[in-house]
Structure formats: C-alpha cells, structure tokens
C-alpha cells in the first residue's frame, strides 16, 4: 500500500515526486494489537497550496481505504501526513505545520534523514540531531523499495 500511496503522489496535478526514502519496518504507535507500520518519507516539489495539498493526501488515503473512525493511532489502510511545507509554521486547526511530533518519531525521522540530511525543522532544529535524540525503538530499513 505504501507504493500505491507514492504513485498517487506522483499522479498529483502541478507536483513532481522528487524523492523518496527506502521503507521503515517498525512497531505500531498507540494500539498495539495491530501489525507493525511500513513508513516512508516522499519529498514532492507542488505549486499546491498546504491546504489543497493535505486535501489531496486526504482523497488519496480515502481512495485506498482509509476510514478515520475508530481508535487514535489504530489500523488504517494508508497515512499520508503533510510534516513540512517550506519553512511554513502553521497552528491552524487544519493543518498544523511542521507536522506535531514530527520532531521526536523516530520512524519518521529517519526516513528524513535519508532524503534530506541536512534539512532543519522549523522550531525544532536539524533533522540528523533530533533523530539522535529519539529514544530507542525497533526500527529496519526493508529491502524492498518502490
């Protein structure tokens, strides 16, 4: 599901894929008693506004199943999340920008830290530092890519 969910990206009108991460095995957050995440982190280059951008993310993760009832962080067929845009710092009821926690999940970190090493994250600081700082988790890089 997770290539399914980078091809929709790639399919987005006036935005280009630009790059994406090698995929995350780790555990789940939140319930437990569900199988463990595959994660991945894309970097699109969009002339889409955040708004209308986090609203296509929304249509893609509908189109492959998703249904947002049911426990926070429970099963769920895709997650597309909108962690930057810019230096854009956002508290706007929808659309919080950068992404909350994006700073202390290791599983996203590190997928970003692959495409953009150098990146910081506004408010936080550089992506390579906060990655050092997550606390211990169960994460592997798949060998299988996209």
């Not at 408010?123 to 060998?143: I, S, T, W």
Request: net charge negative; hydrophobic share 40%; proline share 10%.
């Amino acid at each position: 599901m997770v290539c399914a969910g980078m091809d929709a990206l790639a399919d987005l009108p006036n935005t280009y894929l630009d790059r994406s991460s090698s995929l995350y095995h780790s555990a789940p957050m939140g319930v437990m008693t569900q199988p463990d995440f595959i994660n991945a982190v894309c970097r699109v280059m969009t002339d889409l506004d955040p708004h209308t951008l986090l609203g296509h993310l929304l249509a893609i993760e509908e189109r492959y199943g998703r249904v947002r009832e049911g426990p926070k962080w429970g099963p769920r067929t895709l997650d597309l999340d909108l962690l930057l845009y810019d230096e854009i710092v956002s508290t706007a009821p929808t659309l919080v920008l950068p992404h909350p926690g994006l700073h202390e999940r290791a599983f996203v970190l590190y997928p970003l830290l692959e495409i953009e090493p150098v990146l910081s994250v506004p408010g936080h600081g550089p992506v390579a530092e906060l990655a050092a700082k997550c606390p211990p988790m169960r994460l592997q890089r798949l060998e299988h890519e996209c």
